[in-house]
T-cell receptor
Framework: SAVISQKPSRDICQRGTSLTIQCQVD?????MFWYRQQPGQSLTLIAT?????????ESGFVIDKFPISRPNLTFSTLTVSNMSPEDSSIYLC???????????FGPGTRLTVL | QKEVEQNSGPLSVPEGAIASLNCTYS??????FFWYRQYSGKSPELIMF????GDKEDGRFTAQLNKASQYVSLLIRDSQPSDSATYLC???????????FGAGTTVTVRA
């Protein structure tokens, strides 16, 4: 599998501010995804990051709150905008490899909003 | 109705025993099935995937799939304390690249 890195690994932010999370893959991948994992919960897909076009958002997630960029096949960013304490979560990026849609995850970004 | 359901935990097993994890899914068009292991404070790690009915073995792990019953399971043989983690079942729906995740089952292996 490709090696995925994320920055920052964790952050503590004030409400009303924004944080941009970076995801870097060490090889070109066609599909990248962003997930949220709230405390004690499973993974919820936020959006699919599409190279060269707008991200595809899941129900309940909007571009104004979670703008995503995908400038090339190895990099993507997720911004959490106008944060509130409810945004405190782990944010994970993943890539899709293989013919059976296997996904591999980065180490995650642990976000705490005060 | 949730798309992917896992047996509620936590599941506690003695060291050396078999841990059995179950997962059911609602979409009959599902084609690929995945088991992820997530240690506390870490990201999910893919440990098994299966797409054909029957059993698939990898070391101490066996995945079992029964599409007619819409059921997939994971057996961990000779459980070790290092197997203590949350196990997430994920399902890929046909003609879609996305995964749907279950809520996870937390396994504790008692030494």
């Amino acid at each position: 599998s490709a090696v995925i890195s994320q920055k920052p690994s964790r952050d503590i932010c004030q409400r009303g501010t924004s944080l941009t999370i970076q995801c870097q893959v060490d090889s070109q991948v066609t599909m990248m995804f962003w997930y949220r994992q709230q405390p004690g919960q499973s993974l919820t897909l936020i959006a699919t990051a599409n190279q060269g076009s707008e991200a595809t958002y899941e129900s309940g997630f909007v571009i104004d709150k979670f703008p995503i960029s995908r400038p090339n096949l190895t990099f993507s960013t997720l911004t959490v905008s106008n944060m509130s304490p409810e945004d405190s979560s782990i944010y994970l990026c993943s890539d899709r490899l293989g013919p059976y849609n296997e996904q591999f995850f980065g180490p995650g970004t642990r976000l705490t909003v005060l | 109705q949730k798309e992917v359901e896992q047996n509620s935990g936590p599941l506690s097993v003695p060291e050396g025993a078999i841990a059995s994890l179950n997962c059911t899914y609602s979409d009959r068009g599902s084609q690929s099935f995945f088991w992820y292991r997530q240690y506390s404070g870490k990201s999910p790690e893919l440990i098994m995937f299966i797409y054909s009915n029957g059993d698939k073995e990898d070391g101490r792990f066996t995945a079992q799939l029964n599409k007619a019953s819409q059921y997939v399971s994971l057996l961990i043989r000779d459980s070790q304390p290092s197997d203590s983690a949350t196990y997430l079942c994920a399902v890929n729906v046909a003609d879609d690249y996305k995964l749907s995740f279950g809520a996870g089952t937390t396994v504790t292996v008692r030494a």
